[in-house]
């Protein structure tokens, strides 16, 4: 019964997802795309303050130079869903893994927000039903062999994995 339920509920996550996705508009003409998705990646900004999602993009793009843009597939803000690349585009999220993981951000001040905290479930959720992701491979960035120097995302990541569907 728990697993149909979680079953709808990713599919209203995906629902919403083209929604903020159209509202956004900010995909590129051309991405990277990857052939297989082995992992989804969660993180956190940073930020201690509230901030657009129009100056991640423009940090991301102009201080940190990555071409793409946004590092992250999604990102999680005030509750709502924002994709900001197409989902099976490669980003730059995590050295060694942007091609072969999806992304998703969580705004710092809204980890603890339960709207954000449940849409992250249901993001997780659908992500891991469309790419059968298991749940050792839904990571941190900070959990990453090659990205310890980092408490990124700062999240109860075994809680997460224990409301995710699958093995």
Not at 16 to 32: K, Q, V
Not at 62 to 79: A, D, H, T
Request: glycine share 6%; hydrophobic share 40%.
């Amino acid at each position: 019964m728990l697993k149909i339920v979680c079953i709808a509920a990713a599919a209203a996550a995906i629902a919403t997802l083209a929604t903020y996705r159209d509202l956004t508009g900010i995909f590129l003409d051309a991405e990277t795309y990857r052939d297989t998705t082995a992992y989804i990646i969660i993180h956190h900004d940073g930020a201690d303050k509230p901030v657009s999602v129009k100056a991640v993009q423009d940090y991301h793009k102009n201080v940190k130079g990555w071409e793409s843009g946004f590092g992250y597939n999604f990102y999680l803000k005030n509750g709502k869903i924002y994709q900001l690349h197409e989902v099976n585009a490669c980003t730059a999220n995590a050295l060694g893994y942007n091609c072969n993981a999806v992304s998703i951000c969580i705004h710092t001040p809204d980890k603890h927000d339960t709207r954000t905290q449940l849409n992250l479930i249901l993001l997780v959720n659908a992500l891991a039903i469309k790419y059968d992701i298991k749940k050792d491979h839904i990571v941190g960035h900070g959990e990453l062999p090659n990205q310890r120097n980092t408490r990124c995302p700062e999240l109860n990541l075994e809680k997460l994995r224990k409301w995710t569907i699958g093995n």
